[in-house]
């Protein structure tokens, strides 16, 4: 199992609309990086574990944890001219940008913010809190996810 860390503009997309839907379960769509798109793509498995993300928000705040439910496919705003996420160089037989969907499976209850994200030991080289990562979609290790599991337990949905 890998574990992941997904960041979320809660404008566009919150904690609060994942547990909403149907099953708390919904596609992860927009991801124009290569970088995450590969991550996406190559590595995140039906089964991982995501922390869910609220970013550019302030306070910045780990909100849930969701289950990757569906691995990669093809995204359609690629193939939509009026959606943002349109690109026309994407073709359908061999997709340029993919999409997997979560599931909602439990909640930080207060969330956890990012300052103190920083004033835990063992995460100083957590991906997220290195200057200058804004990548979407991050890997964090097994012992990073142990350290924020015992700092603060989620609460099941």
Do not use: C
């Amino acid at each position: 199992m890998n574990y992941w860390l997904f960041k979320t503009e809660p404008s566009t997309y919150s904690w609060d609309d994942l547990k909403q839907q149907p099953n708390r379960t919904d596609y992860w769509d927009g991801i124009r990086n290569y970088q995450a798109r590969n991550f996406l793509r190559d590595q995140v498995k039906k089964g991982d574990l995501v922390l869910f993300y609220h970013s550019v928000k302030q306070p910045q705040a780990i909100m849930g944890i969701a289950k990757v439910v569906r691995e990669a496919y093809a995204d359609p705003t690629a193939f939509d001219p009026q959606s943002k996420y349109f690109d026309p160089k994407s073709d359908p037989e061999n997709p340029r940008w993919v999409m997997v969907d979560v599931q909602a499976i439990a909640e930080f209850d207060p969330p956890i913010l990012r300052d103190e994200l920083k004033q835990i030991p063992g995460l100083e080289n957590m991906m997220l809190l290195r200057k200058g990562s804004r990548l979407s979609i991050q890997p964090v290790s097994e012992e990073e996810w142990k350290i924020i599991l015992a700092y603060r337990k989620p609460k099941d949905l």
